[in-house]
Every structure is written in C-alpha cells, then in structure tokens.
C-alpha cells in the first residue's frame, strides 16, 4: 500500500487498522526546540474519540497517545517524533458478516479486488480510526503555527444549514454543544434530526466549516501545490469527504466578477473576500474559509442487498457501534488537516525570499 504519508518537509506516516494491538505514526520535520503542551493534543483528540455523546458511535477508546521518540523535557528535539494509540475496545465478531460481503458505498469490495487480502475487522485501515493519528500531528502542526488560528466548526446537517457568514460565527461557542454547531438552536434542531436518524436505523452528512486567521501573506507555492489544492488534497483525504470548496466556492459562480472582485484597502487588506484568503494559490493574509462535505455514513441498520466475494447476491444488515452522522468527530480532524498543510508550507516558505 502506497501514499501512507503526508507532507513535504513537515511530514507525517501513520500506520495501524482499527482492530490491531495501536494506530500510530510518525512526524518527521518538526522543528527543534517547540514548546509542545500535551493536554492540548489530549484535548484535540478527545475531540474525535468515540463514545464521547449520544450522536456519535458508541465504541469505547480512551485513544490516550504515548510519545516514543522526539520530545525531551517538554520540548521537540528535532527528532522523528514517533507516537502510538493501543485500540483497546475492538468487537471484531460484530464484522464476520463482511468477512466475505461488501457493505456499499464502503471500501470493503475495492480493497479485495487491489489487494486480494482485507483485514475486515472493524474495517481494517480504511476505517476512520486512522484520523486520530493525523489529530495528533495536527495538534502540534498547531502549535507551531501559533499565533495563527484553525478553528472548524458544523455548518450543516442534512438540510438543517447554520447560514452564518463564518467570519461572524463566534467560535467560542462550538465545544458548548454535541454537535459542534455554535448555534445553540440550530445545533439542538441538529441534535434530534441525528436522533430521529439512529432510531431510524440510517445515517445522514454535513458540512464542516473551516476558518483560519492570522495569516502572514505567502503561503502556498503557486504552480502545482497551490495552497487551496492542497487544502483541498487534505480535506479530500478524510474518510466520508466528498466535496471541497474555498471562498465564495460554488455559489461565486452566480455572481458577476464586478461584485466578486476584492477591492484592496492600502495596506493590502481586502474590502471583501470572496477570495478566501488564497490567490494565485498563495495566502494574502486575510482569513481563509473553507466547506468540507462529508456523505451519510455507508454502515446503516437495515437490510440492503449487496454481492459477496463469490459474486452471489446477498442481503446484508449493519452491525456493531457506527456513528449516525460523521461530522461532530470530524471537526477537529479537518482542523488537523488545515494544519499539517499550512505547517508544511510555512517551513517551505523560506524558498519565498531573503
Ligand atoms: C469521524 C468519522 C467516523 C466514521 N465512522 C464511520 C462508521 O461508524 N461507520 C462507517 O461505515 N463509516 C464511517 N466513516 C466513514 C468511512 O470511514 C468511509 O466511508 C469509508 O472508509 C469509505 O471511504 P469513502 O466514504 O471516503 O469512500 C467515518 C468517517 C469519519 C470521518
């Protein structure tokens, strides 16, 4: 299996499936001498973990990380920092009925047919366990990029949509509800949608919303690795993603380039930005903006028909403990992402000029 690593000089290779002895991995890059505070990593996982509400799956993991390598006296040495999370709550037998079936629209059939070998337990490395590595790489990505911010938060729930402009969300409000919605009534409207959904046996998506600030202007190299394609290559790597879009994103293209223009102040600010912080794929140092779109998650409880390995038509009903809806966990994964991107860019910045 290729492409287990992400990044170009601030890199991270993670490793593990969902029902192995740990998931884990490997940042290479970071710089020496960061000041790391390890129960803001703790916090940012806690963040995804399961069972953490009654919204999300009810698997049990204290997803509690153990630095191996890299950090002495409270500080980066420079070195690989290598960390491990035990998976300490695995029910594997709740996953012998796709032993030998495909649950639809999961990874289970195109795994067989690339590899012709599939842990399926727990859905092996495509299950979205694997995001708690990347939480913890972008939870220290973060603080080196301090005082820059990345702050995401759940902008819809199936139809239900927080209409806020997200430089006017005040982001002291996510963490007060389950969802991650900080608007209490739209995020309690959210709550019972999700409810009504679990009972129901199915799942729904959402959209998370990203806003960075404090920016410097020059981030992104502007030929292939453009800083909103690699945003975009990011966010597209989360499990359930399935879409992307920065600034005024699809709903620009309905307005004419008179209105969408970014008028400059003369310090090099803009009026507006529909921009979203990036042009020509470089930061301009206005916040950046951006929408993930993740799909109702593909495990539901109701019979489906679906094919086995031998090809025969087979009923298949969900088992085990899937989340209803991904996108409260999928917060602090997007912000992680957000981060390791621009972490990245920020060393490689030094090709800008002297
Ligand atoms: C935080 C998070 C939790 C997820 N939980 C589940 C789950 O409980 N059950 C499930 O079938 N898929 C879940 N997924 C999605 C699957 O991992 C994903 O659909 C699968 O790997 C197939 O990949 P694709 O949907 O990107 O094509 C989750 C995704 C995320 C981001």
Known sequence: MAGNT????????????????????????CPAGLELNLQAIQKDLDRRKPGQSEIVTQRKESDEVNFLSGIFEGKTTGTPIGFAIQNTNQKSKDYSHIQNSYRPSHA?????EKYGVRDYRGGGRSSARETA???????????FLAPMTINAYVSSVGSLDLKTNPSEVDLSKIEENHVRCPDVKIASE??????????????IGGVVTCIIKNLPVGLGEPVFD???AELGKAMLSINAVKGFEYG????????????????????????????GGVQGGISNGMNIYFNVAFKPVATIMQNQDTINSNREQ????????HDPCVVPRAVPIVEAMAALVLADFSLIKRTNKI
């Open 6 to 29: 992400f990044g170009t000089i601030f890199k991270l290779t993670t490793f593990g499936e969902s029902h192995g002895t740990a998931i884990g991995g490997i940042i290479d890059g």
């Open 108 to 112: 289970d059939y195109v795994y067989d």
């Open 133 to 143: 590595t990347r939480v913890v790489a972008g939870a220290i990505a973060k603080q």
């Open 190 to 203: 959210m709550e019972a949608l999700i409810k009504q959904i679990r009972k129901e046996g199915d799942t």
């Open 226 to 228: 453009k800083l909103h």
């Open 248 to 275: 005024s994103g699809f709903k620009g293209t309905q307005i004419k380039g008179s209105e969408h223009n970014d008028l400059f102040n003369t310090d090099g600010s803009t009026k507006t930005n529909h921009s």
């Open 314 to 321: 087979v009923e298949m009903q969900g088992k085990g403990r």
